[in-house]
């Protein structure tokens, strides 16, 4: 695919793997809407970019907000070919435990402001000869993670839209894919280290690169959902058919990764 003249709309995009979209599609010859909250942040990652790209702060949790950053999009360049639904947030902990506000701001942010996005984006998106819509899930919207319940479900709920709005759209030359990965090593996990379950470390670290290349990948090929790595999406859909098993290897899995978050958390 050429992706040269292509203008790429990211959100999450002022770090981690936001930031590594931008980057690996500004250096293929993209045009990168850059959206998140923090003006400056969103500058930074701009001015290390090849490509031509403009700065949208953008809070995706509000609706106004997310119409700006399509209109932004629409009045500068013109059209609109690619939407990578990065954006995302999480507050760790039971249930009992969590704020109302917090449980209610990732569901804000992780599913409805995809939703949110993705319906704005459509119209544009389907005047293109080629067009995309990414979202950034997790293999927690795989089996239903403990301690991370209200995350967990916003990531299965982003799943079921993805497959669905992919149905939707399959006589269209747009193709909606879903890049659901394990951990990854960005502030996302590292900076919140300890409220970070054990059965998290478990799996292997993938990078924010890593992550954005199966996005670029999602968008050549519209392969439908993409597991990074692939070992831990199979584990976890098996986790989820079978919770039995799941049961049965927890202890193992969650010794082996207190072991290695031990290891991440004396390099910090």
């Given at each position: ?6 203008v790429v709309v990211v959100t999450g995009a002022s ?254």
């Open positions: 695919m050429d992706f040269n003249g292509c770090s981690g793997v936001g930031e590594a979209c931008a980057k690996l599609f500004s250096s293929l010859g993209a045009k990168v809407v850059l959206a998140a909250r923090t003006a400056s942040d969103l500058e930074r990652v701009a001015s290390g970019l090849p490509n031509e790209a403009l700065v949208c702060p953008t809070d995706v949790a509000d609706s106004a907000s997310c119409q700006q950053l399509i209109d932004k999009t629409m009045a500068q360049f013109g059209h609109l070919d690619i939407l990578v639904n990065n954006a995302g947030f999480n507050s760790r902990g039971e249930v009992i435990d969590m704020s109302l506000d917090a449980m209610e701001r990732i569901i804000d942010i992780n599913l409805k402001a995809p939703m949110r996005l993705s319906r704005l984006a459509l119209p544009h998106l389907l005047k293109a000869n080629q067009a995309s819509i990414v979202n950034v899930a997790s293999l927690a919207g795989r089996f239903p993670l403990d301690g991370e319940a209200s995350y967990s479900a916003s990531k299965f709920g982003l799943r079921a839209f993805s497959l669905a709005l992919a149905e939707e759209l399959d006589e269209t030359a747009i193709t909606v894919s879903l890049v659901s990965p394990g951990p990854i090593k960005t502030g996302f996990i590292m900076d919140e280290i300890d409220e970070v379950p054990d059965l998290v470390f478990s799996q292997p670290m993938s990078s924010a690169e890593q992550v954005a290349q199966a996005v670029k990948d999602s968008v050549v090929d519209g392969k439908r959902e993409r597991a990074i790595p692939v070992s831990s999406g199979i584990l976890a859909t098996t986790a989820y058919l079978m919770p039995g098993l799941r049961k049965g290897l927890r202890p193992v899995l969650e010794a082996k990764g207190r072991k290695i978050k031990a290891k991440y958390q004396n390099k910090v």
